[in-house]
């Protein structure tokens, strides 16, 4: 069965327990968690807050298929860096750490997915050498949790930007806790048969962020706004008997979010989800 959850990076400007209400009013089954000073702050938030928030989410039904850690400025100033690719060391070892304490979260939370991209590559460092870097990384981070899966992202201009890419680093690892995390606009913008590459890397997609996508221009807009074909991802689901979560991912919609939370679920529900 396929469920419907809502990205909290979307209503960041609330506090977090009356995001996680509105979500569940509008009749969305789960929320994924981000990383963000704001919500889930990784390097201040406490065990008693985790717990608080874990009451919060079961008293309103909400399950939490996943945490994603790829806010833009956790870090420093600069978007998404340091990275995993990296040309410093010491900047990889501070993403391997905010990925340590994302794990950590996860599993205070009993989530079972952790969501996160490999970064931008330096033009200056070869796809080669971040290969073996992000290939060190990974080995790390799949050594900690024994019930933690981590779900890489595509992102377009990133290192890995296709569903592809992430795919064949599946199978180089080979581990059973290291899976893709799809989302459907990025696809769209960089796959010109988006839904055949949706369809191919179902088997190893446990989550799938979506959001519309209009003109192939990587700008989030909600579902009935762009060029997405929703009755053709709602039946290639369908054929394949798919039943993971879809996670709609509006953060650029604040201004609009009353909007946005009813037609993503209205859309999804209607078309998708049948």
Known sequence: MIQ??????????????????????????????SLHPSHLDPFSCRT????ELRRVAGDLGLKIPSLAAGADNLLSSQRFEPSLVSPSADGRRQRLELLRRAIVIAEELQIPNLNFATGILNPEISRSVAFEWLM?????LLELSETVTLIMEPEPGFFLQRNAEVADLIEE???PRFRLAQDLGHTRVVDNDYLSSVREYLDVSPVIQVEDIKGR????????????????????LADAGWSGWLSVELYNQEDRLDDALRRSFEILQSVVVR
Do not use: K
Request: some cysteine; glycine content about 12%.
């Open 48 to 51: 008693r807050d985790l717990v």
């Open 217 to 236: 221009v990587h700008n989030h807009e909600i579902p009935g706004d762009g060029d997405i074909d929703w009755t053709a991802f709602a039946d290639l």
């Open 4 to 33: 419907l959850a809502y990205n909290l990076n979307g209503l960041r400007s609330m506090p977090l327990n009356e995001a996680c209400t509105r979500v569940a009013d509008v009749g969305f089954a789960g929320v994924e968690l």
């Open 173 to 175: 690892i080979g581990h």
């Open 136 to 140: 060190e990384g990974l080995g790390q």
